[in-house]
């Protein structure tokens, strides 16, 4: 498997953490100092959905090739605007992609489970080309009157395109553990006369030190065990591409692996935490800034609600 193509798309919207001070307890050196973040995007007049037709474009046209020769389309989002039809199917009628699509649910690690799944249609030979794309848009979840959880959040699409025309992914795991609880945001139970005891929609909670240790614990046991099954040293990794939810977070996995800063590229200060979308963001900058050379070595690790994680060791040759 291989990237083919790359895209991305933000809304126009900067909210600035002076912004969010005028109606929050909160300031800029009190979000700054605790996750790093200095502003994010979120979505006001466009569409959601109308990031991830974008971002498809793009990656489609970098890759070369027209919307007709997709034979899959996967799409990672926790916050399509419908619980049906899928946000991958609205992606297709807009593109007139003729070929399947579904959306797939795998929280803030939602690309690496994505780019699993693709990689499983690859090696079965049911599809050459598939279009994956991350999309969420978490401003529209959190509840903004809460400075823990609205301030680390932003909104954001981001696509690649997928081959067969190499083998440049060399190792990749998922993993689940328990804590479904830590990081959550609840569905109503609607108006079923059937159900008794009735729940209201909640806005996404979390427990920030329980999330911040799970993070830490399954980065450490992820990234070392990807690397032992691309058989390769940390060394070599020219590119840790982490998962944008907390500096913090992301400065501790840095000093547990010993590995100088220049290594450990980063966004979040620009856009927050954009869910499932950070870590192909941060691929599609680097790429487009000539920070990524054939040749290199990327080493991708995110975690998310559920809770889940994953890690990917793949090298660059777009």
């Known amino acids: 498997m291989r990237i083919s193509g790359i895209g991305s798309a933000v809304p126009r919207q900067i909210v600035t953490n002076e912004m969010l001070s005028s109606f929050l307890d909160t300031s800029d050196e009190w979000i700054t100092t605790r996750t790093g973040i200095k502003q ?7 569409k959601f959905e109308q990031l991830a037709v974008e971002a498809a474009r793009k990656a489609i046209a970098d890759a070369g090739l027209t919307p007709d020769s997709i034979e899959l389309i996967v799409c990672s989002t926790t916050t399509s605007p419908f619980i049906t039809p899928s946000l991958a199917c609205i992606v297709r009628e807009s ?11 795998g929280a803030c690690a939602g690309f690496l489970y994505a780019l699993d799944a693709a990689d499983a249609y690859i090696k079965s030979k049911k599809a050459k080309t598939i279009l994956l794309i991350s999309a969420d848009n978490m401003s529209r979840i959190v509840d903004w009157t809460d400075r823990r959880t609205c301030v680390l959040f932003g909104d954001a699409a981001a696509a690649v395109v997928l081959t067969d025309a190499g083998d440049d992914f060399r190792a990749i795991l998922l993993r689940t553990e328990d804590n479904g609880t830590c990081l959550l945001a609840k569905n109503s139970s609607g108006n079923s006369p059937f159900i008794k005891e009735k729940t209201e929609p909640i806005a996404l909670q979390m427990e920030g030190q329980k999330v911040f240790k799970h993070a830490v614990a399954s980065a450490q046991a992820d990234i070392s065990k990807v690397l032992k099954l691309a058989g390769i040293a940390k060394e070599k990794i020219n590119h840790f591409l982490l998962h944008q939810a907390n500096i913090r977070i992301i400065d501790f996995i840095r000093k547990t692996l010993g590995l100088p800063e220049n290594k450990f590229n980063h966004n979040i200060e620009r856009y927050g935490n954009t869910s499932s979308a950070s870590i192909p963001l941060l691929m599609d900058e680097l790429y487009h800034a000539g920070q990524l ?10 975690f998310g609600a559920g809770f889940v994680s994953g890690a990917c060791v793949l090298e660059w040759n777009k």
């Open 40 to 46: 994010r995007r979120v979505i006001t007049e466009e």
């Open 95 to 105: 593109l007139q992609i003729p070929s399947p699509a579904m959306d797939l649910n």
């Open 293 to 302: 050379r054939r040749g290199d070595m990327l080493l991708l690790n995110a």
